[in-house]
């Protein structure tokens, strides 16, 4: 019989928080940029430089660990962790190895079995490194210290996820928690976060731990997904072929779909930390504590309790709306203009979804403003234009958040409510298609369609449908 195999996954989620400034100096966080621009003689490294920490990274930390259940570390301190990278200016890196700010914490996933706790061992503060930029036509290789001393939490987990579903179910879970509480905007295809990925296999029925490996470079939930998935098959056909496992640091490559080795996995005494000697311990006082703890956000979780029992939306609008913190915020504030739920619910949910996926954007992405949202509904319901201006307007105001009420009245679009005017169109239409009317007359009601769609062409759309409908129907 042959043998069955359980994988163990855990993992280190790097998360890039959503300060203006560095972790330990005034220079710019903003993504991009001419490189080199963002530096000063701390982030660089530079001989006698003083770090000073920036107190907002440590309550975004404080922040995240409350929100998974974590206990807040009240003394903490940072150590300095050597290697020697170009990307790493002062030949370490500063982080916390002995008094991490967050231990012990749980976050509650979904599963077809129920709900499962995945365990975090810890989350730790520290700093970024630069990044290295490989010039092939040049051969060499160029460093860009923007990104050094962007500040990071690492958020450990314990090994209790045991397939890619879990991975990415915990993965949104935390996703939802550090978008909810502002603290990054969590783009995977900005490294804004990373997940790497520490993954054994061991035979079902054991409780020893196989040989794992760490895998990087992994910049989407699909390609998490597929490593997992290439990592497992390629460790059992390593034992199913009597051959051992070696604990490696691996990079996994999306487009050929296969990962390779990097460099043999390091422990901590490799790194000779030690605590930093220019930084301060960190006391976090319960009234510090209990004022974070006061600000923190409504989670999704008690959004949706909410949001069943204040609107009446149905749960799956519910559950799309709230999956992104920036559209439940553009839903409450324009519902609380103009109390519409089912209005606003509909146009997030058909034409702005639509016009995410085509412009492949994120929620987050959204730049239209609630009023002009508010605004467009109102017109709509006022019978101002019709459902199908409604939808061009929308487009153009997704696209540069025009106000809806000038732009309909600067480009003529209200609809024509000159009872005669109209009354005149139908009849010329009515006149025109003497084929239309006679197979109205002997019983085809889809013919009216036609002949609605040919006095809206006449009227260049700006006709209510409905009239139009109701007007050929009374001439007929």
Known sequence: MAKQYETVIGLEVHVELATKTKIFCGCSTAFGGVPNTHTCPVCTGMPGSLPVLNKQVVEYAIGV????????????????????????????QISQLYLPICRDGYVEIRTPEGDKKIGIHEIHMEEDAGKLIHDEWEDCSLVDYNRSGVPLIEIVSEPDMRSADEVIAYLE??????????????????????ADVNLSVREVGTTE?????????LNSFRAIARAIEGERTRQIDLLESGEKVVQETRRWDDSKECSYPMRSKEDAQDYRYFPDPDLVPVHISDEWLESIRGKQPEFREAKMERYKREYDIPEYDIEII????????????????????????????????????????????????PEHLAALIDLTEQKVINSTVAKEVFEVMFDQDIDPVQYVEEKGLKTVNDEGALRKTVEEVIAANP????????????????????TMKAMKGKA?????????????
């Open 464 to 476: 209510d449908p409905a009239s139009v409908n109701k007007l050929l129907k009374e001439l007929l």
């Open 209 to 217: 731990f196989g040989t794992r490996t760490e895998m990087k470079n």
């Open 322 to 369: 709230t999956g992104s913190k920036h559209l439940s915020d553009l839903f409450e504030a324009t519902v609380a203009i103009c109390s519409q739920p089912k209005k606003v619910s509909n146009w997030l949910m058909v034409e702005n979804l639509r016009l995410l996926k085509e412009r492949e954007m994120d929620p987050e992405d959204i730049r239209f403003s």
């Open 173 to 194: 879970k935390l996703r939802m928690f550090v978008q909810y509480l502002g603290a990054s905007d969590c783009k995977l295809q900005e490294g804004s976060m990373r």
């Open 435 to 454: 084929q239309s009317v006679e197979d109205y007359r002997n019983g085809k009601e889809k013919a009216i369609g036609f002949l609605v769609g040919q």
């Open 65 to 92: 660990g409350l929100a998974t259940n974590c206990k807040i570390t009240q003394y903490c301190k940072f150590d300095r962790k050597n290697y020697f990278y170009p990307d790493n200016p002062q030949n370490y």
